[in-house]
């Protein structure tokens, strides 16, 4: 990955750990599955009206709006509903990323390189060390629903790098005709055919529900439009191996946005594993240029990663 491109997935970590903060106000409020739903419902009008279908195959596209857009977020919403830590759920949602690796070279044949392995393991090794630390917040249901987000998050990136769409941000927009459907019936089923319509007609009644829209118009435009647009992208453009592990960035800037809007108080050891984290994903996506060849005649520039 170039230096623009690692720096477009560290926006999209920013954007996504604080995204964290906005489920997290639209939860007070929202039933966990409607909002779910609610989240991909208000941008189905205009994106029917508005973006060209994406050229790719049906299958691809069903798939990614299926895993990427609608499991992976029942599963977060609903675990941090029933008690999943904000700063947590950010933490263990990244799981993605090693998911991600390892489904890439199971079902796609991706190589993945030592030094990529070695910065992953990095990693991973911040990120247990962050959940052992604060394991203890959180009943092990949560984080195991959590963990289906995560698989579910993984199977969807592998999706848009098979679509391969000309267009990526018209294929991270129309996946949201795939998931309102499922999501308002799933609803409907488990919390109520009127439980969801009620919070939102009485959402402009109240500070939270008030709070709760600005976390969905968070949510919908910035992190699904802008976030998911830019990690279409790059996956678009990079192996899964290469990118993916961006996403164990999230964290870091969930952490932190948890200390500063929501008052949470990051333990030194969740800091110095967070630094962890970030050393483990530089490590893995800077790749060494290799020597200039010495030669008697003029020597030509080496070119630099593509």
Same mark, same amino acid.
């Given at each position: ?36 739903? /609610? ?8 994106? @029917? ?38 700063? @947590?759920?950010? /933490? ?10 390892? #489904? +890439? ?67 991270? #927009? ?6 309102? %459907? ?9 919390? +109520?055919? =009127? ?10 009644? =109240?500070?939270?529900? #008030? ?30 191996? =290469? ?5 164990? %960035? ?6 932190? $946005? ?15 594993? +967070? $630094? ?18 010495? =030669? ?11």
């Amino acid at each position: 990955m170039n230096r623009a491109d690692r720096l477009l997935a560290c926006v999209v970590a920013l954007l996504w750990g604080f995204n964290f903060i906005a489920i997290d106000f639209a939860l007070r409020h929202f039933p966990p599955i409607f909002f779910a739903g /609610l989240r991909f419902a208000v941008l189905l009008v205009p994106v @029917l009206l508005l973006v060209p279908r994406p050229r790719v195959e049906w299958r691809w596209l069903l798939g990614y709006g299926l895993c990427f857009g609608t499991l992976q977020f029942v599963f977060l919403f609903i675990a941090m509903d029933v008690g999943m830590p904000t700063g @947590l759920a950010s /933490l263990v949602q990244q799981a993605s990323a090693p998911f991600t690796v390892v #489904l +890439g070279a199971l079902l796609l044949r991706e190589r993945i390189g030592g030094r990529q392995l070695v910065g992953i393991a990095i990693a991973v090794l911040g990120m247990a060390a962050i959940a052992w630390h604060r394991a203890q917040t959180a009943a092990l249901l949560p984080v195991l629903i959590t963990l289906c987000g995560a698989l579910s998050w993984a199977f969807g990136n592998l999706c848009a790098r098979k679509a391969a769409a000309p267009n990526p941000l018209h294929l991270s #927009l129309w996946i949201a005709v795939v998931p309102p %459907l499922p999501m308002f019936a799933l609803s409907a089923a488990i919390e +109520g055919p =009127s439980t969801g319509w009620h919070a939102l007609a009485t959402a402009f009644t =109240s500070v939270d529900g #008030l709070a709760a829209l600005g976390g969905l118009a968070y949510t919908a435009g910035i992190a699904t439009v802008v976030g998911a647009g830019l990690w279409t992208v790059l996956m678009n453009r990079h192996p899964a191996s =290469s990118v993916a592990p961006f996403a164990l %960035l999230v964290p870091v800037v969930g952490f932190a $946005a948890a200390w500063l809007v929501l008052g949470e108080r990051p333990h030194p050891v969740e800091l110095t594993a +967070g $630094a962890v984290v970030v050393l483990g994903v530089l490590f893995g996506s800077l790749r060494r240029r290799p020597p200039e060849l010495r =030669s008697t005649g003029p020597r030509e520039p080496v070119a630099a990663e593509p």
